[in-house]
């Protein structure tokens, strides 16, 4: 679904480490002295950290000559840290990397511009620090270190665009493979892993320590569990995430990772992509790009990818949907495969021609 492994390109990048918050660093993909006063800020997905996007080495290359360098922000959710982390977590230290690349760039170069581009688990992370309440509402439990009337959030710094590429939902490539099986279990026997471990994972989502009401933990989906549904064996996934990600009440109730799903009503995209421009924290006249796979294994056979992407521009609104996006014809999900060198020809040129504009903004 959103886990398949990618060996990274076989060449280093040189650039520049920085350390943008407490035990959290990002690395700057630069060359040469040019001057790069503009960053393009990569998010990856489930189970990715620095250079485990193939494709993202393309795009290093194709902006080696161009005034935008690369970052890749390491997060708490990071390589085997997304089974405990969430997309509120994310958005937090996103934002401190922002904040701290826009500082950096304009303490040297003056005003530079800031771009979002999230692969797979990292569009989410686009949408939701585009579209939630700035700052994020207090989670009882993610926050519970803080009482509710010291809570102060952190303020999400304005970004000049997003681009969001393999934008797809986990709930529905779970729900594929539960009508395929694997080949361990039958269809049968898949559906009724996920119907207990759902069942489990919501009796069982949080427990309380020592007797203390205050003292809040996560509990771990048993991997034996994770590992039959093809998590990755060595990446402890909670209770709260697996419910997260599975989210067994959409569409009428779909949990925070559930935001690309085919079947959510208007009415809930309405609170996501309908929100962007209300909450002001994308350039007033920033847009966003969709590229979505043309035959991406993680999205399931009933998904109409078309009728899809004119839902979420409808419901965006025309002028915040940049006329580049595409569903990229034979692309795969991570546009990895041996195949792919004209699909990512055009994810980079994509790519680039979209921060080509938001240059001019």
């Known amino acids: 679904m959103r886990l398949q492994s990618s060996p990274g390109s076989s060449k280093g990048h040189p650039g520049i480490l920085h350390q943008y918050t407490n035990r959290l660093v990002a690395f700057e993909y630069i060359r040469g002295s040019r001057p790069k006063p503009h960053s393009l800020v990569f998010i990856g997905g489930l189970s990715d950290g ?34 405990m982390g969430s997309l509120g977590q ?54 519970r270190e803080t009482p509710p009337d010291q809570y102060v959030g952190i303020t999400r710094p304005l970004v000049d665009g997003a681009i969001m590429q393999a934008p797809v939902s986990d709930r529905e490539a779970a729900l594929w493979l539960s009508r395929t099986g694997t080949e361990y279990d039958s269809p049968e026997a898949i559906q009724e892993v996920y119907r207990k471990a759902i069942q489990e994972a919501q009796k069982r989502t949080y427990d309380r320590g020592g007797g203390d009401e205050t003292m809040v933990y996560d509990t771990i989906v048993p991997l034996a569990t994770t590992t039959r549904m093809y998590y990755p064996p060595d990446t ?39 929100m962007v421009r209300a909450r002001r924290v994308l350039h007033s006249r920033g847009s966003v790009m969709v590229l979505y796979s043309g035959r991406d294994q993680s999205v399931p056979p009933w998904v109409d990818k078309a009728a899809l992407m004119h839902r979420w521009q409808a419901i965006l609104g025309h002028e915040a949907w940049h006329p580049s996006s595409l569903i990229i014809p034979g692309a795969s999900h991570a546009l990895s495969d041996p195949d792919q060198a004209e699909p990512r020809r055009i994810l980079v040129e994509r790519v680039t021609g979209y921060l080509g504009d938001v240059e001019k903004l």
């Open 50 to 83: 620095l250079n485990t996007v193939d494709y993202l080495s393309d795009v290093i290359r194709a902006l080696q000559d161009s005034d935008w360098s690369v970052v890749t922000p390491l997060l708490s959710s990071s390589y085997a840290g997304w089974g």
């Open 90 to 143: 994310d958005i937090d230290e996103i934002a401190q990397c922002v904040g701290y690349i826009r500082d950096h760039k304009n303490s040297l170069y003056g005003h530079g511009k800031v771009v979002m581009m999230g692969h797979s688990t990292g569009s989410q992370d686009v949408m939701h620090y585009i579209s939630c309440a700035n700052p994020r509402p207090r989670h009882p439990v993610l926050d």
């Open 236 to 274: 402890p996934l909670s209770s709260r995430r697996f419910l997260s990600l599975l989210s067994p009440q959409s569409p009428h109730r779909p949990d925070e990772d559930d935001l690309f799903s085919s079947d959510l009503t208007d009415e809930h995209l309405q609170n996501t992509f309908g």
